[in-house]
């Protein structure tokens, strides 16, 4: 900052680098898409909590979560993710789903 409170370090407002706002562009549509997917996603499992509740199923399934954990690991590698964060998003996820479905049996 100077002494008027301006901003030196950085672009400021209408500078932005062309590269810049690429790239932003780019994240904007890849943020959307994973919103979109993670809605599509939230409504399959909102059709597996119901038929679980029916079917007086448990919430939670460890091995079938283990096995996602061990895919998704592998993929994540292969795509040049981190598969530790791979697997802490997979587990963030899942944990919602687990809610959903403990909210649905209790008839919520
Ligand atoms: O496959 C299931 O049984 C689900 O309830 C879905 C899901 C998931 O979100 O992928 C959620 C909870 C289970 O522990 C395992 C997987």
């Known amino acids: 900052m100077t002494e008027t409170g301006t901003a030196t370090a950085g672009a ?3 500078e932005v680098p062309p590269e810049l706002a690429a790239l932003r562009s780019s994240i904007d ?4 898409a994973l919103v979109h997917l993670l809605a599509e996603r939230f409504k399959c499992t909102q059709r597996v909590g119901v038929l679980k509740a029916e079917q007086q199923l448990p919430a939670a399934d460890p091995a079938r979560e283990e096995r996602q954990i061990t ?3 592998s993929l ?9 964060f791979a697997e802490k998003f997979l587990n963030f996820v ?3 789903v687990i ?8 008839g919520g």
Do not use: Y
């Open 12 to 14: 400021t407002a209408g």
């Open 29 to 32: 549509n890849i943020d959307a």
């Open 71 to 73: 895919r998704l690991r």
């Open 76 to 84: 994540a590698t292969s795509a040049g993710l981190d598969p530790v």
């Open 94 to 96: 899942i944990a919602e």
């Open 99 to 106: 809610h959903h479905h403990q909210r649905i049996a209790e």
